[in-house]
């Protein structure tokens, strides 16, 4: 946990403009490093097409940031569809900044693995009274090799459940 930690702060420090120092490149101009993204067209829920993401190995990808997010009291909820061809599994993974500090929530009990159809997943992320994200990161978790393809990709707020 404490790697992750470190890791995130340092990948904030980096994207908000602080100091920086390259380590190593990943020149993204051909796919021989296994890792592709496309659309594809012809495989898809909703809308023109999905996104088709080939991973050599354990990957997590950011597919987005959100903030200024008004979910204060509410359940923020990050949910998608997914298609799998893959030797591991896939989940969604929200980070959210509050108050400068870092959590997250893994959709672990939602994951898909080996060859499946379109599945939904998602998973959750509860905000108390007084809790506001400054900003949310949303992540798709690969734990192994293979195809994913992605679609129908939603944020959303809902009501705290009652206890």
Same mark, same amino acid.
């Given at each position: 946990?404490?790697? $992750?930690?470190?890791?995130?702060?340092?990948?904030?420090?980096?994207?908000?403009?602080?100091?920086?120092?390259?380590?190593?490149?990943?020149?993204?101009? /051909?796919?021989?490093?296994?890792?592709? *993204?496309?659309?594809?067209?012809?495989?898809? $829920?909703?809308?023109?097409?999905?996104? %088709?993401?080939?991973?050599?190995?354990?990957?997590?990808?950011?597919?987005?940031?959100?903030?200024?997010?008004?979910?204060?009291?509410?359940?923020? $909820?990050?949910?998608?569809?997914?298609?799998? #061809?893959? *030797?591991? *599994?896939?989940?969604?993974?929200?980070?959210?900044?509050?108050?400068? %500090?870092?959590?997250?929530?893994?959709?672990? /009990?939602? =994951?898909?693995?080996?060859?499946? #159809?379109?599945? *939904?997943?998602?998973?959750?992320?509860?905000?108390?009274?007084?809790?506001?994200?400054?900003?949310?990161?949303?992540?798709?978790?690969?734990?192994?090799?293979?195809?994913?393809?992605? #679609? #129908? $990709?939603?944020?959303?707020?809902?009501?705290?459940?009652? =206890?």
């Amino acid at each position: 946990m404490r790697h $992750v930690l470190f890791t995130f702060l340092l990948f904030l420090l980096v994207c908000s403009g602080g100091w920086a120092q390259d380590l190593e490149k990943f020149p993204l101009d /051909d796919a021989a490093g296994g890792l592709s *993204a496309a659309i594809d067209r012809a495989v898809k $829920v909703e809308g023109k097409g999905a996104l %088709k993401i080939t991973v050599p190995g354990p990957s997590t990808l950011c597919l987005g940031e959100a903030e200024g997010l008004d979910v204060e009291g509410a359940l923020l $909820v990050y949910r998608a569809r997914v298609k799998t #061809d893959l *030797a591991g *599994a896939v989940y969604l993974e929200l980070w959210a900044m509050v108050d400068g %500090k870092p959590y997250y929530s893994r959709g672990l /009990d939602r =994951q898909v693995q080996g060859r499946s #159809d379109w599945t *939904a997943i998602r998973t959750p992320f509860r905000f108390e009274k007084g809790q506001r994200p400054e900003k949310v990161l949303l992540n798709l978790v690969v734990t192994g090799k293979g195809t994913v393809w992605l #679609d #129908d $990709v939603v944020l959303s707020k809902e009501p705290l459940p009652q =206890q």
